[in-house]
């Protein structure tokens, strides 16, 4: 796991080795065990290294036989031992041990269709100096993130935007769509970035840059499918899906650097640590952190998961309510982002590594395997359909009356409330109504001056077009596969890498391996979804892993009492930071909205809860990158 970056420069400018040295700086929470740089006149590459494979000779960025071909990489390719046997009974000649340096040797015989054979999570730059070209790639489901920037003769690359900040002509323009659609789902969607001219290279595709004109092509070189089904039978389906995530798991714990697993006592961790636990030959490092708030505590399920196998575990209690970590949170992921769960992601990884350096992680299972709860509503939903919309409007605006606006966290009525929203709504935007931390209306009436004046797009056009896009012919499995576009990218996977990376951890998915995501997809919904059993055929494939007490329980998520926090530890902070700062300032919010807000949450009578997260972080965001 690593930091890239790099420049070219089409007006043949030499590139600074001070401005590659910037750009990697700013990186070195991702990679501090080294770093490098290689400077081609009008163009150069550079990288910060966390060693995880051939410690004493993977530096980067690294070459091929006549150093023609360099790469900067970041992530990790599982398959390199076979695809390096193959190369070198061809001649390739290897210098050095590490899985980068195949995908160079690929690169050698495929041009950028190297992607298409590689097994892994990565994102990296190879500049052809026979070519004078650049190739950047992702990986298929977007684990690694990439970013870039075109301003005039400079194209830059990078990891993490901040890398991209410190560079003169970075585009600093705030992307105002890109604000308005954060507001409803936590995070910015890709291709989009909160600068106005800097993008996210998508998952599944490469982009070629020509050194000589500048030519920039893309291309998807990856599509996750729904609309094939397989014709096996469910015992058969059950007996692959363990043979294929056996084999993902068995990858993911090649490492020359102590290696453990996230454990929080659902399925997806449990099924993960029960599969490492058969493949390691000594107990495996298991790690959880629990917190005082019963509600969000899973302690007592991970150590049942943990005496079952044996593992080494280790279990901190922590207070996520430290605001000092949010603010270098906000930092780290360089725009604004608000999934909550993001800060026990940071503790846990801080955590983590204190003891190893990778650990594997159940992330993913619920897109692939439906196994959100709102699939479940979803999808019963669609069963009051019979009814006119304007009829379950009616009827759901009278049974609201029974469930009064949150006060608590988690409440059986807040549950209520958001499932008759569901229910009420038409049925193309019933989705985006579940998802949405935000409605549009609302939204709207609480923006400032730069943001009403703009000429801004609902945020829900979006999620439609990934709709009327997407493969899948069972309405419910249209939302897995939307979210998998989306969703996990954007939020969950984004998430991950950061937190993680933050702490100079590397996370592998075994859920993510594309073998995996593409058996998936081809089985049929109700081998996933099953009256109201979510991820059917994954707890059944690993019955014998999972106990008794984990597999019918209620998935609790990584969450964080911010309804609470709000109206005690940080009632004083968001009214500060908010009433008071950069957004009001600037015009993006209504000071006046928005204390209303804030007074309603705090006096008990809404739960504005993720509103207020929202608009704190994007405070955080402004403080550390708008000028004053």
């Not at 650049?134 to 194209?155: H, T």
């Not at 990891?159 to 705030?174: A, D, H, K």
């Not at 970035?193 to 070629?208: A, C, R, W």
């Not at 899906?241 to 996230?262: C, E, H, N, T, Y």
């Amino acid at each position: 796991m690593c930091g890239i970056c790099g420049i070219l420069s089409f007006d043949g400018t030499p590139v600074s080795d001070s401005e590659l040295l910037s750009m990697s700086s700013a990186l070195v929470h991702r990679g501090p065990d080294g770093s490098g740089l290689m400077n081609f006149g009008a163009a150069g590459i550079a990288h910060r290294r966390l060693s995880i494979i051939d410690l004493a000779g993977g530096a980067q960025p690294l070459s091929n036989e006549d150093g023609t071909v360099w790469i900067t990489f970041n992530g990790e390719i599982y398959n390199f031992r076979e695809i390096r046997k193959k190369l070198e009974s061809e001649g390739h000649v290897y210098k050095t041990t590490c899985d980068t340096e195949s995908i160079v040797h690929l690169y050698e015989k495929y041009g950028a269709a190297c992607v298409e054979h590689l097994n892994g999570m990565f994102a990296f730059a190879i500049f052809d100096t026979k070519k004078r070209m650049l190739l950047l790639a992702r990986d298929r489901l977007g684990q690694k993130p990439l970013c870039y920037f075109r301003n005039g003769a400079k194209f830059a690359f990078a990891s993490e935007l901040q890398s991209l900040s410190v560079l003169s002509g970075f585009p600093r323009e705030l992307n105002l769509q890109a604000l308005h659609d954060y507001f409803s789902m936590q995070y910015v969607p890709a291709p989009g970035t909160i600068y106005k001219d800097v993008f996210k290279l998508l998952p599944g595709h490469t982009m070629e840059i020509s050194l000589d004109g500048g030519q920039i092509s893309q291309r998807r070189y990856w599509n996750l499918s729904f609309a094939a089904k397989s014709s096996l039978d469910y015992a058969v389906a059950k007996s692959e899906l363990r043979r294929l995530l056996d084999d993902a798991v068995k990858l993911r714990m090649i490492s020359d650097v102590p290696l453990g697993a996230f454990l929080s006592g659902g399925v997806d961790s449990t099924v993960i640590t029960g599969v490492m636990s058969g493949i390691s030959d000594c107990p495996v490092k298991t790690f959880t952190i629990g917190f005082s708030e019963k509600m969000y505590d899973e302690t007592e399920f991970a150590r049942i998961v943990a005496e079952k196998f044996g593992t080494d575990h280790h279990e901190r209690i922590v207070e996520p309510a430290d605001f000092s970590a949010l603010e270098k949170l906000v930092r780290h992921y360089g725009e604004p982002y608000s999934d909550s769960s993001m800060l026990p992601t940071y503790l846990l990884s801080k955590f983590t590594r204190e003891n190893v350096t990778v650990a594997l992680s159940g992330d993913g299972a619920d897109e692939l395997f439906a196994g959100y709860y709102r699939y479940l509503v979803m999808k019963f939903a669609g069963c009051a359909d019979i009814l006119p919309c304007a009829v379950r409007e009616k009827i759901c605006a009278i049974l609201m009356k029974f469930f009064p606006s949150g006060r608590a966290e988690r409440s059986f009525s807040g549950k209520a409330r958001r499932i008759l929203k569901a229910l009420s709504m038409p049925t193309e935007r019933r989705y985006f109504g579940i998802i949405s931390r935000f409605a549009e209306d609302a939204k709207r009436s609480v923006y400032g001056c730069e943001m009403s004046g703009a000429e801004l797009e609902d945020s829900e056009d979006f999620i439609r077009a990934l709709y009327d896009a997407s493969s899948a012919h069972n309405p419910v499995e249209k939302i897995s596969e939307i979210d998998i576009h989306s969703y996990l990218p954007g939020d969950i996977l984004a998430k991950i890498d950061i937190a993680s990376m933050a702490c100079s951890l590397e996370l592998r998915s075994p859920f993510m391996d594309y073998r995996v995501a593409e058996f998936a997809a081809s089985l049929p919904f109700e081998f996933k979804q099953s009256g109201k059993v979510r991820k059917r055929i994954l707890k059944d494939a690993f019955s014998d892993l999972i106990p008794a007490g984990i597999i019918g329980r209620e998935k609790l998520g990584f969450g964080v009492p911010l309804c609470r926090w709000f109206r005690e530890e940080w009632a004083v902070i968001v009214k500060e930071r908010l009433l008071d700062g950069l957004a009001v300032k600037k015009g993006y919010l209504d000071r006046t909205r928005l204390a209303h807000l804030i007074e309603s949450h705090q006096n008990s009578e809404e739960d504005n809860s993720y509103i207020l997260w929202s608009m704190l972080v994007l405070e955080l965001w402004f403080e550390k990158s708008l000028p004053r």
